[in-house]
């Protein structure tokens, strides 16, 4: 089980990413989010996307994000920066994933000194500079080693048919009544 966890959004300036935070963690496997104090205000969007196209999902919101962290039971994971290199950590993680949850925590602005003292694993993926939503899907990809990519999906209202040069949208009865 993977969760991520949202810490931090600078209301005005983060909107999209949130929402990207939260999608892209739907769609690469995680499954679910915590958005956490004014990154709360994206759970709508990202409830609406997975109703139309799938779950299962969870969308959750916090106002104790920190508390949250620091009482996790499995293994918390902050991506950032400063952290180890993620292909020198990324086989230990998986295998802590084989038997426990994982929290997967990203910021928005500085995040509290008191999370990478709690995370068990501070993950760069590079030492570079980037994005929350980058450094998620590169983690989850790794973790997933891949396998995410042929994910099935309950109960969507909506599947896009992938195709060479398109859009094709149907509704899933449509699709079973073509087998
Ligand atoms: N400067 C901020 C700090 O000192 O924590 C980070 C801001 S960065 C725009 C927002 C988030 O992107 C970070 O909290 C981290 O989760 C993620 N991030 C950015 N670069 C990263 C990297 N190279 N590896 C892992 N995560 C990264």
Known sequence: DVTVLRLGHRPGRDERITTHVGLTARALGADGV???????????TVVDITD????????????EPKRRIREFEGTVVHLTMYG????????????????EPLLVVVGAEKVPFEVYERADYNVGVTNQPHSEIASLAVFLDRLYEGAQLDREW??????????????????????????
Not at 37 to 43: C, L
Not at 53 to 63: H, I, K, R, S, Y
Not at 86 to 98: A, F, K, L, S
């Open 34 to 44: 915590v958005l956490a104090g004014a990154a709360r205000s994206r759970a709508d």
């Open 52 to 63: 139309r196209f799938g779950g299962p999902f969870d969308v959750e919101t916090t106002e």
């Open 84 to 99: 180890e290199p993620i292909q020198d950590v990324e086989d230990d993680i998986r295998t802590h994933h084989e038997t």
């Open 154 to 179: 309950d109960d969507p209202d909506q599947v896009v048919v992938p195709m060479e040069t398109g859009k094709k949208v149907v509704d899933p009865e449509d699709l079973e009544d073509a087998d």
